[in-house]
């Protein structure tokens, strides 16, 4: 584990940390503004990668007043500093709203104070006004110098050693609101909280046909409001950036009454705390209230989830988010020169790449002045393509239009479920079902898999049938892990009785298979010559195809979880190492993002062969960090990764290896990693992702004179998937040179590159690539094909 990487991937990485050296660097981490769920994974990636490059780092404690006091508010901090801080919220080094900072005789003082200990790199997390804040401060660094100097605070020579002030930005803040990423910091923590606490209010809510009105946060920004409708199935949300139409009042009210005669128990309404109507007036939670116990006379209460939303733990998303924001800030600062803009750190897709900060403050400024002008349209447009995408999806979900108004397609789509239950499927059967019944499609359901299909378990399923499935944990359509290979016969007898037209499969690598069995059978079947398209969902993560399978975020945090408590309970008893088993057969993705999130000493897994030399090169790793005051340790285990070295194997070894210095305890998380609650990444990715493959099929049978045409070539059967920044649909027969089907995998992952991440930040010697990112792109040229 300690080799930088196998030798097999060694001739991939052009662009390595060696030549970045920080000797003789000093950097400075503030956080600024609201906190946020993960600020403290980012401060720990900060100061860990600026340790590990040679330079020193500094806590900046409470924010730009920190800064501006000086004194104790700077601090160097070690490697132990950031020890135990992972699944802590908020922020470590606090965080300040500071009005001094924004003159300049406080941005005077603050640069005195950076001197004083050599900070001439700072790395800002914080919301758009602390990265602007720093884009000034860098701006007037040198004449802020030059003023020093005649105030004789500061030596003529010391001006000229700390001449330019290098600056980064990472954006936390749970609202999303940040133009040019995918997404900030603690926005999905904060989606689980809020989704927590829908699924709470869900139960009582039905026990007695209520209705809930409920306020989360978001005062300029909707993203909140808007992805936790997705994620509920609410009946209705109210935005800032996009108010309803005038008459809204009305349209409301007759939601909820056809919601009620449809014998539905609930009603679930969300506001954003900025919400308006067109004409710039607040749109409150207890406005809507009352309106809907005037109109309609429903129990209706108001939940307002304030500051709940910024507390908790982060999620596994936020951590791996800001670990790599963190180190790539780094980096960006050894990169920096005096030509170079300050930049931001950003997501695309499943990239972290570097964007101008000016740019994307400016974009996110002109949100707010679309609104504050009534351009409403131009405010969701400069959201960005996901916001778009979100907001027609959930229009297209939660709005059924009339019968009559429907235009009939007289074609019959199959869903089906295959392979292993995955938190997630049932949310993408439901955006299936809905956006086919939009298109004028009839929906039928497929029981239990390949197997059910065979026996014609068979059903239509209506709009109301799917309503409240988007929180249910495992398949309600029932899943097996049956190919059907042997069944093609009956499979086809039944596609031909029930009129199947186009068939979507929702699942894991049986899905694939299955799907290729079929496309392979179509010569001797024309029952399968019909569009076909696989949505991926296993925890496993490993179709080919696709960078993320659904099901695979709600395991990683159950095993970022498992592993949190495993860390507490070992805070009372010193010196405990404990192995941790996680499924994924062949597919490393949990053990290794699951040790990055969790803040693991080492992964184990078959991607990334090793021997018993590198078992115990980590037993002495482990030996000395029992030296230190962090006595605990946390090694996972992929479940396939060696035949030979088994869990009970390296528990063993562990605990003979380091007799008298450390005890060992193993765990196997085994099944309850397919259970739970589907987390709001994974009930939303579902969603989107399906309704993407719905409106595929609708294309290619709209593309007919009539359902029954045959559909012969290779691009009518393909599989859905988010491969780098773009969603693609790909033939399943081009896939198959990409997959390993001995060991189930795709032939290149994307999640191996962070795995020198995880070795970097506990303290291992590892070659990181840090080829995929480097230069600064414009924000226009970042937008991923967003679902």
């Not at 109210?238 to 007759?254: D, R, V, Y």
């Not at 909820?256 to 506001?271: D, G, P, T």
């Not at 696989?534 to 496993?540: G, Q």
Request: aromatic share 6%; with cysteine; hydrophobic share 40%.
């Amino acid at each position: 584990m300690d080799d930088d990487v196998p030798s097999s991937r060694k001739g991939s990485l052009r662009k390595i940390l060696e030549p970045l050296s920080g000797a003789g660097k000093a950097i400075g981490v503030l956080t600024s503004g609201g906190d946020a769920q993960g600020m403290n994974a980012a401060v720990r990636a900060v100061v860990r990668m600026g340790i590990y490059v040679g330079a020193k780092v500094y806590f900046i404690y409470e924010g730009y007043q920190g800064m501006v006091d000086g004194g104790k508010n700077i601090v160097e901090a070690n490697w132990e500093s950031v020890s135990n801080i992972l699944q802590v919220g908020g922020t470590i080094i606090g965080s300040a709203r500071c009005k001094a900072f924004r003159t300049r005789e406080g941005r005077l003082k603050a640069a005195y104070n950076l001197t004083q200990v050599g900070i001439t790199n700072l790395c800002v997390i914080g919301g758009d006004g602390s990265l602007t804040g720093a884009n000034i401060f860098r701006k007037e660094w040198m004449e802020l110098l030059e003023e020093l100097v005649r105030n004789g605070q500061i030596e003529e020579k010391a001006m000229q050693k700390y001449a330019h002030l290098n600056v980064v930005g990472m954006v936390g803040s749970i609202d999303n609101d940040f133009c040019g990423t995918d997404m900030t910091i603690g926005t999905d923590s904060a989606l689980h909280r809020i989704i927590e606490v829908i699924d709470a209010i869900m139960t009582t809510a039905q026990s007695h046909q209520r209705t809930f009105v409920l306020e989360v946060m978001g005062r300029h920004c909707g993203y909140l409001a808007l992805v936790s409708a997705l994620a509920c199935g609410a009946d209705w949300v109210f935005l800032p950036e996009s108010p309803p139409q005038e008459g809204w009042e009305q349209l409301l009210c007759e939601k909820l009454s056809e919601n009620r005669a449809r014998k539905k128990r609930l009603n679930i309404i969300i506001v954003a705390e900025g919400a308006i109507d067109t004409k710039n007036n607040a749109i409150t939670s207890e406005k809507v209230k009352e309106l809907v116990v005037k109109q309609l006379g429903y129990d209706t209460r108001v939940t307002i989830l304030g500051h709940v939303q910024r507390g908790g733990t982060p999620s596994a998303f936020d951590r791996i988010l800001a670990s790599r924001m963190g180190v790539e800030a780094v980096i960006a600062l050894l990169e920096a020169t005096p030509e170079v803009p300050a930049c931001v750190v950003s997501l695309s897709g499943n990239h972290a790449v570097r964007l101008p900060l000016v740019e994307c403050v400016q974009m996110t400024q002109d949100v707010q002045k679309a609104m504050n002008e009534g351009r409403f349209k131009d405010a969701v447009q400069l959201r960005g393509r996901s916001f778009q995408n979100n907001l027609n999806t959930y229009k297209r979900l939660a709005m059924k239009l009339p019968d009559d108004e429907i235009q009939k397609s007289n074609c019959n789509v199959a869903v089906i479920n295959v392979g292993a239950p995955a938190a997630g499927m049932n949310a993408a059967v439901r955006a299936a079902v809905r956006v086919g019944i939009a298109d004028g499609h009839r929906m039928l359901a497929v029981y239990d898999g390949f197997d059910g299909l065979a026996k014609g378990q068979i059903k239509e399923i209506g709009w109301s049938d799917v309503g409240g499935w988007t929180g249910q944990g495992g398949s309600i359509l029932g899943t097996k892990r049956v190919l059907p290979g042997k069944f093609l016969d009956k499979i086809a007898e039944q596609m031909r009785s029930h009129s199947i037209h186009a068939l979507l499969i929702i699942g894991g690598f049986e899905a694939y298979l299955g799907l290729l069995e079929l496309s392979a059978a179509r010569e001797k079947h024309e029952e399968f010559c019909v569009p076909m398209v696989m949505v991926p969902a296993t925890v496993s993560n490993n179709v080919p195809g696709s960078d993320f399978s659904i099901g695979a975020d709600t395991a990683l945090n159950t095993v970022t979880d498992t592993c949190d408590r495993i860390k507490q309970s070992a805070s009372g008893t010193k010196r405990r190492v404990f192995i941790i088993e996680t499924m994924g057969g062949y597919c490393g993705y949990l053990a290794n993002m699951g040790g990055l999130a969790a803040g693991a000493d080492a992964a184990y897994i078959f991607e990334e062969p090793f021997d018993i030399r590198d078992l115990q090169t980590n037993v002495e790793h482990l030996t000395e960090k029992m030296k230190t005051s962090i006595q605990r340790g946390l090694v996972l285990r992929n479940e396939n990764c060696c035949v030979n070295y088994t869990t009970d194997f390296i528990y063993q070894l562990y605990s003979e290896e380091g007799k008298g210095v450390f005890d060992c305890r193993k765990n196997v998380l085994g099944h309850m990693q397919q259970g739970g609650t589907p987390s709001p990444f994974d009930r939303n990715f579902g969603t989107k992702i399906s309704a993407r493959a719905m409106e595929w099929l609708t294309l290619l049978v709209s593309c007919s004179p009539t359902p029954r045409k045959k559909f012969y070539s290779n691009d009518s059967v393909c599989v859905l998937g988010i491969s780098k920044r773009n969603v693609l649909f790909q033939p399943v027969a081009d896939l198959k040179e990409e997959t390993d089907f001995e060991h189930r995998i795709p032939k290149e992952q994307w999640w191996l590159k962070l795995r020198p991440l995880m070795k970097i930040l506990a303290k291992y010697q590892a070659t990181y690539d840090v080829s995929d990112a480097g230069q600064l792109e414009h924000v226009q040229r970042i937008e991923t094909t967003a679902i």
